[in-house]
């Protein structure tokens, strides 16, 4: 079996210094004194890793949940479902944004933390767009692995820009930020209001649409409508990440 990392390349973990640029405003202005306050609860004897070991695990939670009550994507659970997915959404990506704030208040950090906290997010973000998907009542439909394929696409190319460039870049919108904000509030919504409002026509959301336009429109439920949208908002992120590989690389 091949080792995870190649002996070869160990002594790269040396010369790693981790770098990141947020333009995301939300971080700057609501939540940076959030997460400030959230790292003080866990005591210093807590490795880094175990944030983000629980953090996943929260996820795992809400997997299983849905594997009871929706293992086809397609069932309505239960209110307190839909509101245990928000809460373990959330806390996922709470524990995620201070995990590294722990590792550098514990003197702790380290390249293999954050290939293990990289790790486990590559993991969990398929795990999340399912539970968004079971949500949507989308099925076992291509709607639902374009889901998961924009969101993987757009972890993939953010790992391969940091790789190339050596900066972890987030954008004024990003899913370890707005994605996690979005998803969490969505299932929210859904707990409140079930989930039959994901299948209505968008263009309901619409008001002075002309019908006969409507009519023209290809038919897009709500959840449809919010898929097609994340690809659309993909193109130029996948376009900015291969210019600045493209810059680094010269």
Known sequence: ??????????????KYKYQAIDKSLI?????????????KIFPLTMA???????????????VVLNQIYAPNLVEECPSWVYFTFSAC???YGSFD???????RRTGTASPLGELFDHGCDSLVVSLIMTLFASTCQLGETWWTAALVFFALTNFYMSTMEEYHTHILFLGYFSGPVEGIISFSLGTLLTGIFGPAFWAKSVYSFIPLLPSALVDALPPLTLAQSLVASMGVMLIPTVYMSFSNIASACR
């Open 27 to 39: 971080s700057k202005y609501v939540l940076a004194e959030y997460w400030n306050q959230l790292v």
């Open 1 to 14: 079996m091949a080792p995870y990392i190649p002996e070869n390349y160990l002594p790269n973990l040396k």
């Open 89 to 91: 959404i959330w806390i």
């Open 97 to 103: 944004a201070v995990d590294g704030k722990q590792a």
């Open 48 to 62: 880094a890793n175990m944030v983000t070991l629980l953090g996943s695990l929260h996820v795992l939670v809400a």
